[in-house]
């Protein structure tokens, strides 16, 4: 029988410190009492909003739900003054966060986690960095981010570009002056929508290269009245309990009323209330099947293409801006702010690279199909390699030296999300196959933060020193998550969920469309059975039973 010889110098390593990593830094030295490192490739916590410091950069949550809510104490004294938060305010937040609890303390900064392999002589993790560290820690803990990895297509002579370019997820810390610039933006999905009508009013001119035209909501933001918060304070367990339950992640009722059983006119009104209100409240307020039936989808989806009509006032360039070959909500639902009327400003062309493909980018611009567009500076709002590039710039080692990116080379397989099957001791935070990019993500992050804590002390407690998941329980996992996916509109856009903005990557629908409370009670059920469908032990080959 292989049994743990060595002692593991920590007994978690942690990678990442945006909210993910700062909760589990958090939860495993507090709450725990366990010795935990984090890295971070940052020189600072906050993640994503350390990262994407674009023009315009905010968050669709409603700030009040944008945060955690482990502590009393820390949700009583922070006070939003956006609606919709800023990414400063985000980041102000997350590091009042660190300060608070003292996380800086165990995370080192400018340090990114190049290999992760599993010695399975000795239950442990063996982890090494780009600044030469090498520990080992019993178990592994990534917070590296859903969206993290930022994609730049490669299209012909970018590297030939006489100007600046910069990529919206690295955006330069001062910032950019785009005064007087004449400014491309590549991309229009969520960070697109964001910056573009913010650089429109700094840029000379703004060329928008659209391959994908969006569905998009207002958001309607403003500040934070000092009432509607005190009110949030005073009822903030109950507002949790809901949003914990819900489908999205936020405290919403779920609405019981088809769009397809009202009148024409009924219908128009909801819309047309929801559309004034503004944000998410225009899905999960207005009518329960327009994610899940494409009769009823169709109403909203036509219902956004008339007030992109209304809205755009050249005619040419509204039906370029008209999305007609996806559903609304078959990709990542968007909110702005001006969207649509940007494209009424004299200084905003819009340029189709649907039909007009960009050619090459040349030293002085960009050339498409039919045109050459002379600019100062490239923005690429292009996204990111989404769920699975931070895990896959990592070499990760398992059972056998067997490596993570070759098992999920076919598309990511991981048992709820949060663990995979020859990776023993390796908990991924919002893993492919969990809510994560499908709710508001500080739910699903406490909620994962939370069961792996618990995982972590059970175990210490029976005295065990190795889980994994099963292999017929992540396959069956898998399976499930594809099954809710075919019923959703998820699978008739070409969209990041299923990887189609990478070329090569397979077409697997990758985060769980269920629903956090569903994905929630599934996991208190594994819990409760003991952890079904793991494999707990002191040893690596034979598991000894759990009580
Ligand atoms: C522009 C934008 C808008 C968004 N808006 C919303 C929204 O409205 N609502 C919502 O719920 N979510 C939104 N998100 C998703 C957002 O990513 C999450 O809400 C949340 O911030 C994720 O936190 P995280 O800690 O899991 O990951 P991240 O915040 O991405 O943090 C991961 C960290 O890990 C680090 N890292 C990665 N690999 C390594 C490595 N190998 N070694 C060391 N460090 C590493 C990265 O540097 C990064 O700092 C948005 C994302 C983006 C990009």
New binding site residues.
């Given amino acids: 029988m292989a049994t743990s010889t060595k002692t593991p110098d920590l007994d978690a390593v942690v990678?990442?410190?945006?909210?993910?990593?700062?909760y589990m830094v958090h939860s495993l030295r507090d709450e725990l009492g366990m010795s935990a490192q984090a890295?971070?490739?940052?020189d600072n916590?906050?993640?994503?909003?350390?990262?994407?410091r674009?023009p315009g950069?905010?968050?669709?949550?409603e700030s009040y739900m944008?945060c955690f809510s482990f502590d009393k104490a820390l949700m009583q004294e922070w006070n939003w003054s956006g609606k919709?938060p800023e990414?400063p305010e985000?980041l102000s937040y997350l590091n009042h966060v660190a300060d608070r609890f003292d996380l800086r303390k165990n995370i080192q900064f400018n340090?990114?986690?190049?290999s992760a392999k599993f010695d399975e002589a000795n239950n442990m993790w063996e982890v090494q960095?780009d600044k030469g560290d090498k520990v080992t820690a019993r178990f592994v803990v990534?917070?590296?981010?859903?969206?993290?990895?930022g994609q730049i297509p490669n299209i012909k002579g970018r590297e030939t570009f006489k100007g600046d370019s910069y990529h919206?997820?690295s955006w330069p810390h001062e910032g950019v002056n785009l005064a007087g610039k004449r400014v491309g933006v590549i991309g229009t999905g969520?960070?697109g929508v964001?910056s573009i009508p913010v650089i429109a009013q700094q840029a000379k001119q703004l060329f928008v290269f659209q391959r994908t035209p969006q569905y998009t909501i207002p958001a309607r933001h403003g500040t934070v009245d000092k009432a509607f918060l005190d009110d949030v304070k005073s009822n903030y367990d109950e507002i949790w309990d809901k949003a914990r339950h819900s489908t999205g992640?936020f405290p919403v009722d779920p609405i019981d009323r088809s769009a397809l059983e009202v009148s024409e006119e009924e219908r128009k009104d909801i819309y047309e209330t929801a559309w004034k209100e503004g944000g998410f409240k225009f899905v999960f307020g207005s009518f329960k099947d327009i994610a899940l039936d494409r009769r009823a989808n169709d109403t909203a989806s036509e219902f956004i293409r008339s007030k992109i009509r209304e809205i755009v006032k050249d005619p040419e360039t509204a039906e370029k801006l008209v999305p007609v070959d996806h559903p609304f909500t078959s990709k990542r639902a968007l909110i702005d702010t001006n969207y649509f009327d940007t494209y009424n400003r004299d200084n905003v062309t819009l340029v189709d690279i649907r039909h007009a493909p960009i050619e090459e980018i040349t030293p002085t611009g960009i050339k498409t199909e039919d045109a050459e567009y002379e600019l100062d500076v490239i923005v690429f709002a292009t996204g990111?390699d989404a769920m699975t590039g931070?895990y896959n710039?990592?070499d990760i080692r398992g059972r056998d030296g067997a490596a993570l990116k070759d098992k999920w080379a076919g598309g990511p397989k991981a048992y709820l999300g949060v663990a995979s099957a020859g990776f023993p001791n390796l908990f991924m935070?919002?893993g492919p196959g969990s809510p994560s990019?499908l709710?508001?993500?500080?739910?699903?992050?406490e909620q994962h933060g939370e069961w792996i804590s618990g995982v972590i002390e059970y175990m210490h407690e029976h005295g065990q020193t190795v889980i994994e998941a099963d292999q017929q329980a992540e396959t069956e996992w898998v399976a499930h998550v594809n099954e809710i996916a075919e019923q959703t509109m998820f699978m008739l856009a070409d969209s990041w969920y299923l990887g189609a903005n990478i070329p090569g990557k397979p077409r697997v629908f990758m985060p769980y469309p269920g629903g956090v409370g569903a994905y929630r009670q599934k996991c208190d059920e594994v819990t409760a059975g003991g952890y079904t469908g793991f494999t707990l032990g002191a040893s690596t080959r034979e598991p000894v039973g759990v009580s």
């Fill in positions: 990678i990442g410190a945006g909210f993910a990593g700062l890295y971070e490739a940052g916590v906050g993640g994503t909003w350390y990262w994407n674009y950069a905010r968050c669709d949550s944008y919709y990414q985000i340090t990114r986690v190049t960095t990534t917070g590296i981010g859903c969206l993290s990895a919206t997820g969520s960070s964001q992640g990111f931070s710039r990592i935070i919002t990019v709710s508001n993500m500080p739910v699903s992050i």
